[in-house]
C-alpha cells in the first residue's frame, strides 16, 4: 500500500495509509501513515460500529492534513473495544 501511495503523491494526489502494524509503515515509509492498534483486517475498527469507523476515517484525514514530513506515522486515539 505504501508504494502505490508514493506513486500516488509523485502523480500529485496526497494519500495517507490506515495500517495494524507499525514496523511496516517504518520500513516502506508511505508518505503519511495513521496507525490503529486493531486486529489484523480491520483497519477502521469492528464491524458494524459506525462511530468508531467514521471516528478513524476521521482521523485519517485529520492526519493527510497535519502530517507536513514525508514518512510520518500518526497513532490513532481510539482503541479495539472488543
Given at each position: 500500500?505504501?508504494?502505490?501511495?508514493?506513486?500516488?503523491?509523485?502523480a500529485?494526489?496526497?494519500?495517507?495509509?490506515?495500517?495494524m502494524r507499525?514496523?511496516v509503515?517504518?520500513?516502506?515509509k508511505?508518505?503519511r501513515?495513521?496507525?490503529?492498534?486493531?486486529?489484523?483486517?480491520?483497519p477502521?475498527?469492528?464491524?458494524?460500529?459506525?462511530?468508531?469507523?467514521?471516528?478513524?476515517i476521521l482521523?485519517?484525514?485529520?492526519?493527510?492534513?497535519?502530517?507536513?514530513?514525508p514518512?510520518?506515522?500518526?497513532?490513532?486515539?481510539?482503541a479495539?473495544?472488543r
Amino acid at each position: 500500500m505504501g508504494l502505490i501511495a508514493r506513486v500516488l503523491e509523485e502523480a500529485g494526489i496526497a494519500t495517507v495509509c490506515i495500517v495494524m502494524r507499525r514496523e511496516v509503515a517504518q520500513n516502506v515509509k508511505p508518505p503519511r501513515t495513521l496507525f490503529v492498534k486493531f486486529p489484523m483486517g480491520a483497519p477502521l475498527g469492528p464491524a458494524g460500529e459506525a462511530e468508531t469507523q467514521r471516528g478513524v476515517i476521521l482521523e485519517a484525514l485529520s492526519a493527510l492534513a497535519s502530517a507536513t514530513e514525508p514518512g510520518t506515522i500518526v497513532d490513532s486515539a481510539r482503541a479495539w473495544k472488543r
